[in-house]
């Protein structure tokens, strides 16, 4: 997480008190998940249980995105495990398929509020990642990269963006991420 991120989510933990941030922190994960679990259910034309385990955010996170989600074709996969040695990365992608017409690697958010772009580098550097990871292990080239936020505020926000446009910046961080990996190292010997 970079720096000015931990000092607000620092600044915030210390105005809201630590036990409200605790379980604020706890039920946006559970939310996120319950979303996450939906989401790939309606993808998959499956049947959306009615019980109480599902909450009321997770269905008004799945309501607000239906209509971007009605974008998505030629699903290729959803909840899948990449990985790549090279980049010594990873991780499960949400969904790759056609977004728009176009081979896509989409990853679906939820928030407490709306997300200005600007502050979501890392989400454009995971779906970067993820692109690459496909690609390493697939011999298939994803050009694009969706990321699909609902907020709790009502707000819905779709990112579509060229994976060139990060590729750079997260080639910079991996080669970051080295370097401090080898003091570690040289430092524990």
């Known amino acids: 997480m970079p720096k000015g991120n931990r000092v607000s989510l620092q600044r915030w933990r210390d ?80 969904c790759i398929a056609e977004y728009n017409n176009k081979l896509s690697i989409i990853d679906f958010k939820t928030s407490r509020k709306q997300k200005k772009e600007s502050w979501i580098l890392n989400y454009f550097l995971q779906v970067t990642a993820y692109s690459k990871m496909y690609e390493h292990l697939t011999n298939v080239k994803i050009d694009q990269i969706v990321i699909l936020i609902s907020g709790e505020d009502g707000t819905v926000s779709e990112f579509v963006k060229d994976v060139n446009q990060y590729s750079e910046i997260l080639e910079n961080k991996l080669l970051e991420f080295e370097n401090v990996r080898h003091k570690v190292e040289a430092i524990s010997q």
Request: hydrophobic letters at 30%; aromatic letters at 4%.
């Open 15 to 94: 105005t809201v008190g630590r036990e409200v941030a605790e379980y604020i922190t706890s039920q946006s994960a559970k939310n996120g998940t319950v979303t996450h679990e939906i989401i790939e259910q309606y993808l998959n034309n499956q049947r959306i249980e009615n019980d109480n385990s599902l909450s009321l955010i997770s269905r008004a996170h799945l309501s607000q995105l239906k209509p971007l989600l009605h974008n998505i074709d030629n699903i290729r996969c959803t909840e899948i495990p990449l990985y790549s040695d090279t980049m010594k990365l990873a991780g499960t992608c949400d």
